[in-house]
């Protein structure tokens, strides 16, 4: 494996996955028939949630075997060998409550 630290392309596929994930989660509650007003709110609350344990925010494991989650990125298809990092790790969390007005068109 070899891994790369590049900021820009990291952030900017976070910001795909991150788009993704929420998009996901309000097209399966819209499929259910859930209320939209819930559907908001389940959703931020849902993608918060899932990036916090991606990001490793979220406590798992224990003292003796913590679980430590660290995302990287392939470069692209055909160079699944080369993984893109940054220095800190998935800060996706952070970024949930601001994705999740752009994807409901909230200002």
Do not use: W
């Amino acid at each position: 494996m070899n891994i790369v630290r590049d900021d820009e392309t990291y952030d900017s596929n976070q910001v795909v996955m991150l788009k993704n994930i929420v998009a996901s989660f309000k097209r399966i509650l819209e499929l259910n028939g859930v209320d939209e007003e819930m559907i908001y709110s389940i959703s931020s609350d849902l993608a918060f949630d899932v990036c916090s344990i991606i990001d490793g925010s979220t406590v798992m494991g224990n003292e003796r075997a913590p679980v430590i989650p660290f995302l990287t990125f392939c470069k692209n298809e055909e160079e699944k060998e080369m993984l893109i990092i940054n220095d800190n790790g998935s800060y996706m969390h952070e970024m949930t409550h601001d994705m999740i007005d752009k994807i409901f068109e909230i200002d």
